[in-house]
């Protein structure tokens, strides 16, 4: 949460900030909408197949794909008018909300569920429980956002407390987590594949367990866009969600190999049959709703988690950060 404090309060005091106006492709007449997703990952299937199977396209919308590589990141350029769209963790605009900010950011459609990332041991554990992390280390995520916090939240549901019982490191970038492992830092890591898998094939650890196994469903990953956004652009808005649910829909009617083939443009240092893999674990732990409006109930787990992890500052009404309108449409 310090995190996103300093930064939105650093772009708030510097500039005047006003949303740029998505503009028309010079080649073609689709309106361009700049989206900042968190980081490139299978966890966000959905999307890639609306964009490779040219559902964007058929709302006249052409998608300009960037990568923060954290949710901090991403909300700077949501933030800053350097991004539309927003792809991120629905705690990061609690954050931003919690700071005052007028012109905030708002959920308007829920793309995963379930926590993306596995519990990677250093050798086999057949039969898993959590207490084989007694005494041990974790290589964990960054402090306030979501994979660490739900990490903790699940250590708490078996009676382990971060820092008495179990060690866990988090002030490894998320791009370093997995080759710190393998290098020797660590009994366990959470990982998201493909890092998680690499591992495994690497012969460097062996993944125990999912973190989705110990929530019910809640708003994981999630689009938003600034307030102003939305309410100057409600039409695109609209078809966007609308591409998204297209998106959807094909992955949940095919299989894994067939949604690995189409996203494979995306993950061109990943083979087929690994992507089938991933495609694979991530449809098991029914990592994407068939409802891209957000749940209520799921909405106040998300927030029980933040409070539980020490990182909410105070509780957000559901209806002043989620506008479900499009979803439901």
């Not at 700049?34 to 998608?63: C, H, T």
């Not at 954290?70 to 629905?90: E, V």
């Not at 019982?165 to 988090?170: A, F, L, P, R």
């Not at 830092?185 to 591992?199: C, K, N, S, V, W």
């Amino acid at each position: 949460m310090k995190i996103f404090r300093k930064l939105g309060l650093a772009i708030a005091a510097m500039f005047t900030i006003a949303l740029a106006a998505c503009g028309s492709s010079e080649e073609s007449d689709l309106t361009v909408v700049r989206v900042n997703e968190v980081v490139r990952s299978v966890f966000y299937a959905p999307q890639y197949v609306a964009i490779e199977l040219g559902f964007f396209a058929d709302e006249g919308l052409e998608v300009v794909l960037e990568t923060g590589q954290g949710a901090d990141r991403s909300m700077i350029a949501l933030i800053a008018g350097d991004a539309d769209i927003g792809l991120m963790g629905t705690e990061a605009a609690i954050y931003v909300f919690n700071e005052g900010r007028l012109d905030h950011a708002m959920v308007f459609a829920q793309l995963t569920q379930r926590a993306g990332n596995f519990l990677v041991a250093r050798e086999p554990i057949p039969h898993f429980t959590w207490d084989d992390v007694r005494g041990k280390t974790i290589i964990g995520g960054r402090p306030g956002g979501m994979p660490q916090m739900v990490l903790e939240y699940a250590l708490y549901l078996h009676g382990i407390e971060p820092g008495v019982d179990v060690e866990i490191i988090t002030n490894l970038a998320f791009t370093s987590t997995a080759g710190a492992f393998v290098g020797g830092i660590g009994d366990f890591t959470a990982e998201f594949d493909p890092a998680a898998l690499e591992i495994e094939l690497g012969g460097h650890g062996y993944v125990v367990t999912g973190l989705a196994n110990y929530t019910m469903p809640l708003p994981y990953t999630v689009y938003m866009a600034n307030k102003s956004f939305i309410e100057e652009n409600p039409d695109i808005v609209e078809r966007f969600v609308r591409a998204v649910r297209r998106g959807q829909q094909w992955v949940a009617d095919h299989s894994p190999m067939e949604i690995a083939e189409v996203i494979s443009p995306f993950f061109p240092h990943s083979n087929l049959e690994d992507l089938t893999f991933i495609v694979n674990r991530y449809q098991s732990q029914d990592t994407w709703p068939q409802d891209l409006a957000v749940n209520r109930d799921g909405f106040h787990l998300l927030q029980t988690i933040m409070e539980h992890g020490g990182e909410l500052q105070q509780w957000v009404d559901f209806d002043a950060l989620i506008n479900n309108s499009f979803a439901k449409n």
